[in-house]
């Protein structure tokens, strides 16, 4: 009998795009999708052992104090789950360990580098090295992007994938790394799957508008070592039907946005690997 797929989306403190998340999980053919409050988890109503698909949306976490998601980030380090002898880390962990799927998107992304998650040298899922830092621009960003994919990268969600054009929707989205040796290995690694770029996908843009933020080396987004963690700044799940299209009544284009096919891989991955 096929697997069921059960997908989460954590929503609470300032998230802004569970709704769309969800609906991509759905589309995607996850059987079941939940979109939970951070404090049902923290009240141990519900649990992320009881899910394959972790989904970290956009939006604006404790109203970015501290800076994007710090302050998400340190709840999740610290704070113990009621009525167990656990803190919420340790779910994300056991998660990460059983070989399930962890997509962060803008603020989620931002979430998964503060928490060390991303890049998760050597297993290590607590120790930040990276981040993600106020755009060049010195403004909020609302535009859309090219984005270049990495065939060589172990991402499971950008498999098969040729070219992505996404919104980004970000004040803090500017990828850098602790020093240049963490951004070499991230890239002897593979583990920069997408690439802000320009409108022919031929090469890896470093100017503004097309790298709306500034990120060194283009960078989009980052997988940990075995593809089943991912973050991104551009939204996938902004783009599912062809009316998301900023160009959609001047322009002919299949049904289906690109950004379902992000979607698409990690449930059916899930389903095909039986996790």
């Known amino acids: 009998m096929p697997k069921r797929v059960k997908s989460i989306v ?47 949306p956009g939006g604006f976490l404790d109203g ?28 994300f962990t056991r998660f990460i360990a059983q070989g399930k799927l962890i997509l962060g ?12 998650m991303l890049p998760g040298f050597d297993g290590d899922y607590r120790t ?29 969600f950008t498999r098969d994938i040729g070219e992505l054009y996404l919104p980004v929707r970000h004040g803090e989205g500017k990828f850098i790394t602790k ?35 500034g990120s060194i080396d283009g960078i989009a987004g980052i997988c940990n070592s075995t593809g089943r963690i991912f973050g991104l700044m551009p939204h996938p799940e902004a783009y599912l039907h062809c009316t998301n299209h900023p160009r959609w009544t001047r322009e002919k284009l299949p049904e289906e946005g690109m950004g379902l096919d992000i979607f698409r891989n990690a449930v059916d991955f899930v389903r095909r690997e039986n996790i």
């Open 10 to 56: 954590i929503t609470g403190n300032g998230t802004n795009c569970e709704m769309e998340m969800a609906h991509a999980c759905r589309l995607a053919g996850s059987d079941e999708v939940d979109i939970v409050h951070i404090s049902m988890l923290l009240y141990g109503e519900k649990s992320l052992d009881d899910y394959h698909f972790l989904n970290l």
């Open 64 to 91: 970015d104090d501290l800076g994007s998601a710090k302050a998400g980030a340190n709840r999740i380090l610290h704070a113990k789950v009621k009525g167990k002898s656990e803190i919420l880390y340790d779910q």
């Open 105 to 116: 998107v803008c603020n989620g992304f931002q979430l998964l580098v503060k928490l060390g």
């Open 128 to 156: 930040q090295t990276v981040t993600l830092t106020f755009n060049d621009s010195g403004r909020f960003e609302d535009r859309w992007v090219y984005l270049w994919i990495n065939h060589d990268s172990p991402c499971i």
């Open 179 to 213: 020093d240049e040796d963490i951004l070499e290995r991230l890239h002897d690694s593979r583990q920069v799957p997408v690439h802000y770029s320009h409108h022919d996908y031929v090469d890896i843009a470093m100017d503004y508008p097309a790298n709306p933020n």
